[in-house]
C-alpha cells in the first residue's frame, strides 16, 4: 500500500503535521468508518468519515465522525440550501477522483465546500481518510480546517 496520495500530497503542501496509520480494509463492512476504528484501536468518534452530498443538485462534503449520522436538514442549511441528499458513489468517485471507502476530504480533484462537524474538535486528534482504502492521517481538526478551507458547524 502507497503512503503518498493526493490527499497526504495536499497535506503536506498546507504545511499540516500528520501521521499516517494503515488498517486491514474491510469491503464487505457494514459501517466502513466503524471498521476503520476497531481496526486501529481507536474510538469511533475520533474516526471521521467523508461523506459526499449534493445541496440543491450542488457536490459538498460533510465529515463527520464514524459513529453518528449526518442530519441532511442541518447540512442543507448550513449550506444555504433547501435539500441535501447522498451522492451516487458513481458521482462520488468521479467527484473526488478517489474510490468509495477510500475518498478523503483532502486532494479532491473538484474543490466544493467542506464541513467538518463541531463534535470532532473535542479531540485533540482525529483519523480522517488518507485517500485510499485502509489508509488514515492522524491530525488536529483545527489543521484540518485550516488546510481545507473548511466550515465547522453542526450536522448531527
Do not use: W
Not at 503542501?13 to 480494509?25: D, M
Not at 484501536?41 to 449534493?54: A, F, R
Not at 485510499?132 to 458547524?153: E, I, N, W
Amino acid at each position: 500500500m502507497s503512503k503518498t496520495t493526493r490527499a497526504t500530497q495536499a497535506l503536506h503542501r498546507a504545511g499540516v503535521p500528520f501521521s499516517v496509520h494503515t488498517y486491514e480494509y474491510d469491503p464487505n463492512a457494514e459501517r466502513i468508518g466503524l471498521q476503520a476504528a476497531e481496526a486501529i484501536g481507536t474510538d469511533p468518534s475520533t474516526v471521521l468519515k467523508t461523506l459526499m452530498v449534493l445541496v440543491d443538485g450542488m457536490p459538498a462534503c460533510a465529515v463527520v465522525p464514524s459513529d453518528k449520522e449526518v442530519n441532511l436538514k442541518k447540512l442543507a442549511a448550513a449550506l444555504g440550501g433547501k435539500a441535501a441528499q447522498m451522492m451516487k458513489p458513481a458521482d462520488a468517485e468521479r467527484v473526488t477522483g478517489y474510490h468509495v471507502g477510500g475518498i478523503s476530504p483532502f486532494g479532491q480533484k473538484k474543490r466544493v465546500p467542506i464541513l467538518i462537524e463541531r463534535s470532532a474538535f473535542a479531540h485533540m486528534e482525529v483519523f480522517m481518510n488518507g485517500g485510499q482504502r485502509g489508509l488514515q492521517v492522524k491530525l488536529r481538526p483545527t489543521d484540518a480546517v485550516s488546510a481545507l478551507d473548511a466550515r465547522v458547524v453542526e450536522l448531527v
